[in-house]
């Protein structure tokens, strides 16, 4: 459900989002796609409320949550550097890794994105404990660009993902 949002400056130049009374930022996976294709092109957002954190070098306990206000109990969005397949987080508690394989995200029958479930393990690679968070990684596929980007936006393309970090607690 679209709403229409107000949007108000803060001292510091930057817009500030005020969502009407009752509503959420619950995107389909299709609007997580738009939103991962504006921040790659540098375009203006529908509402500039993803911050960009290093999702992959957090424990879940550690992640600054607090960072993403808008969003239903349990799930927060996040920009991010494109997961490190299983590596250590820099506290060492524990590692994200990926589960299966990525899903097409579709639309009007062209392959818009995929979507990558990555789960997270306490302890170290292979032999942790499974905890109950997991990222759903979205990533642009690189066709959406109709072959008419630059060598930078293409390295944005493969790097930049955005994350939906859910806990079944």
């Not at 949007?7 to 738009?34: A, H, M, W």
């Not at 109709?146 to 955005?162: I, M, P, S, Y």
Request: some cysteine; proline content about 7%.
């Amino acid at each position: 459900m679209m709403a229409h949002s107000r949007n108000s400056s803060s001292g510091d130049g930057k817009q500030v989002l005020s969502l009407p009374f009752g509503y959420r930022f619950y995107p389909t996976n299709y609007e997580v796609i738009r939103y991962l294709k504006h921040k790659i092109l540098e375009r203006e957002l529908p509402a500039d409320i993803i911050p960009t954190i290093d999702v992959y070098s957090h424990s879940p306990d550690q992640l600054p949550l607090d960072k993403f206000k808008y969003g239903v109990a349990g799930e927060w969005f996040f920009f991010t550097t494109c997961s490190p397949g299983g590596l250590p987080t820099r506290d060492g508690y524990g590692y994200w890794s990926p589960t299966g394989l990525p899903a097409e995200i579709d639309l009007d029958q062209r392959i818009i994105g995929f979507k990558q479930a990555v789960d997270f393990y306490w302890g170290q690679s292979p032999d942790g404990i499974k905890s109950n968070w997991t990222i759903d990684e979205y990533r642009l596929n690189p066709d959406q660009l109709d072959g008419q980007a630059d060598e930078t936006t293409q390295a944005k393309v493969q790097n930049l993902v955005a994350c939906r970090v859910r806990t079944s607690q």
